[in-house]
């Protein structure tokens, strides 16, 4: 299976999922008096937008290039994600909202039954996010990484949620209010979250120097490639799924143009070959002195 058909794969298991959660927890908080569990549900509602962005934003950025775009259409997944941190800051922005015009609104405590709904929800939002961690990891995807990271914050709102409905029901009468502070609380921990997903896809944008232990990699093929005595520069760009490499190699200085011109090609398809992650490998190719 390709990277991309396991990214998308791995993005409809997310859209499913969202999907059934985000109407167990909205009737679960209308019937059970629950605010935690109703900003849980506009969590997931926002999560199934993020992740059809997310779809298109793999399938777009998988493209092969043309005319106008040399490089393919990589870029667009970080753009993307931006897009994603909007949804999610978004949701936080509501769920703050509602909850400080609940804490001041006298309400029910919430119903025990729904601790056993978000308990459920916790261990099936934390093996999400196992799954679509370990397939953004396998695809160097970073709008599925930002997927990901929808379960966990889902979970850890699920989880402020638990307490503060626990809080609400073992003090009782005048501590109504603990499960809309949860779900404020649970709000803020998905702003903190949205910048741990927006600083790498800003970085991708502005081509930060973020892969030594790849460039160490790249290195150590290139040397066991016969004719290649050395690497000097290698930049490493990430567009989509793949990286975009310019490395200069150092070769006998006594060969001829064509054979220094064979030996490059030599080494990007060796290095395309071991490390399949990578895009365009362009070789500039410098005398040994």
Not at 46 to 67: H, M, Q, R, W
Not at 224 to 253: P, W
Request: charged share 20%; proline share 3%; aromatic share 10%.
């Amino acid at each position: 299976m390709s990277r991309e058909q396991t990214a998308i794969r791995a993005t409809y298991f997310s859209i499913v999922g969202n999907t059934t959660l985000a109407i167990i927890k909205g009737f679960a908080g209308f019937f059970g008096n629950s605010y935690a569990l109703i900003a849980d549900a506009i969590e997931s509602t926002t999560d199934i937008f993020a992740s059809f962005l997310v779809l298109f934003g793999i399938k777009y950025s998988n493209k092969p290039a043309d005319e106008n775009h040399p490089y393919g259409h990589g870029r667009a997944e970080p753009l993307i994600t931006f897009l994603v941190v909007g949804f999610l800051i978004t949701s936080a922005t509501i769920i703050a909202y509602e909850s400080i015009i609940n804490i001041s609104t006298p309400h029910q405590l919430p119903k025990p039954w729904t601790l056993i709904v978000l308990g459920a929800i916790i261990i099936w939002k934390e093996y999400s996010f196992r799954v679509v961690m370990k397939r953004s990891i396998e695809t160097n995807s970073s709008s599925l990484k930002a997927d990901a990271w929808h379960h966990r914050s889902d979970a850890i709102t699920s989880v402020a949620a638990f307490l503060g409905i626990s809080i609400a029901l073992i003090l009782g009468n005048g501590y109504e209010a603990a499960d809309d502070w949860a779900a404020l609380f649970a709000s803020g921990f998905i702003l903190y979250n949205s910048y741990l997903i927006f600083r790498p896809a800003l970085g991708e944008i502005m081509d930060e120097h973020l892969y030594d232990d790849l460039i160490e990699h790249i290195r150590e093929v290139s040397v066991q490639v016969d004719g290649i005595l050395d690497t000097e520069k290698c930049f490493i760009r990430k567009a989509g799924m793949q990286y975009h490499v310019d490395l200069h190699a150092t070769v006998n200085s006594n060969i001829t143009v064509k054979e220094g011109h064979d030996l490059a090609h030599k080494l990007k398809d060796t290095l395309r070959e071991q490390i399949p992650e990578l895009g365009h490998v362009l070789i500039h190719v410098e005398p040994h002195e």
